[in-house]
């Protein structure tokens, strides 16, 4: 289901060459599409709608709201520790909530409203209520991000105009489905490969443990919309990355930059 994507036809029309992005999420691996948007733009490549979940929505409405990738890339430069985007609380229905990341999401962007962005992009979230995937595409834009972001046991669910909503990436984590029929030519950036091998569970800790039941859960239900693709950027890589790895902010932008030039480069010849 997508909510009020009439405002997203009349904004690009259907031609022959609509582009789409789909931006996966990743927690700090999603830093990586910044790099895949700077890649995209030195091959000439734009897009005229784009989808997001998770670090993917956070990705979609910065660069959809003009935002370049370097400005994209400076707003993170000052941080290096995940505490400098949550705040830890009292174990209930979360073990941290991402009220820091919102205000700093909402310093960062020059509009308020998603119909307001100069793409026309859709946040990914899970209603957790009615067990299905939404999508918006107006609406105020960051309640709709923080959910698109909340973890489930992670962070707490975000609650708006009456609906609990969780991470997109419980149900599908590539967004490909809320894309697909708006444009001709959909590009896929998948920024959470999944590493098969871990060692023995009982020695990490309940986030650690909540993470990888989310990766679980995020690996099997994105090979649907990874065949919705035309081209698919999977940053393979980026398994030894961790999900809260923030400081890592340079190296992995440039995996996303290298991987998708490499890509792009086979595809596009």
């Known amino acids: 289901m997508i909510w009020n994507i009439g405002e997203i036809l009349e904004k690009i029309g259907l031609s022959s060459n609509t582009v789409g992005y789909a931006f996966s999420g990743g927690g700090a691996r999603g830093f990586s599409h910044i790099g895949v948007l700077k890649a995209l733009e030195q091959f000439g490549i734009s897009p005229n709608v784009m989808a997001g979940v998770s670090a993917g929505s956070v990705a979609a409405v910065m660069y959809g709201a003009g935002l370049s990738p370097d400005d994209m890339l400076h707003c993170f430069e000052d ?123 009982t020695k990490h800790n309940l986030v650690e443990i909540a993470l990888r039941s989310y990766h679980l859960m995020s690996k099997s239900n994105m090979v649907n919309d990874a065949k919705m693709c035309d081209i698919l950027i999977n940053l393979r890589g980026a398994h030894a990355i961790g999900t809260f790895d923030v400081a890592k902010l340079h190296q992995i932008v440039e995996l996303g930059y290298s991987t998708a030039s490499r890509i792009l480069e086979k595809k596009l010849k």
Not at 110 to 137: M, Y
């Open 79 to 201: 941080f290096s520790r995940i505490r400098e985007f949550v705040t830890w609380k009292v174990p209930g229905n979360s073990l941290m909530k991402i009220d820091k990341f919102g205000k700093l999401i909402e310093s960062w962007l020059p509009v308020r409203n998603l119909e307001d962005l100069k793409i026309p992009t859709i946040v990914c979230a899970t209603d957790f209520q009615h067990c299905k995937s939404i999508g918006w595409a107006r609406g105020e834009i960051v309640p709709r991000v923080l959910a698109s972001c909340s973890i489930p046991i992670v962070f707490e669910p975000v609650k708006i105009n009456g609906g609990v909503y969780v991470d997109g990436g419980v149900l599908r984590n590539l967004p490909a489905w809320a894309v697909r029929k708006y444009c001709t030519t959909l590009y896929g950036i998948n920024c959470s490969p999944f590493h098969n091998i871990w060692k023995d569970p």
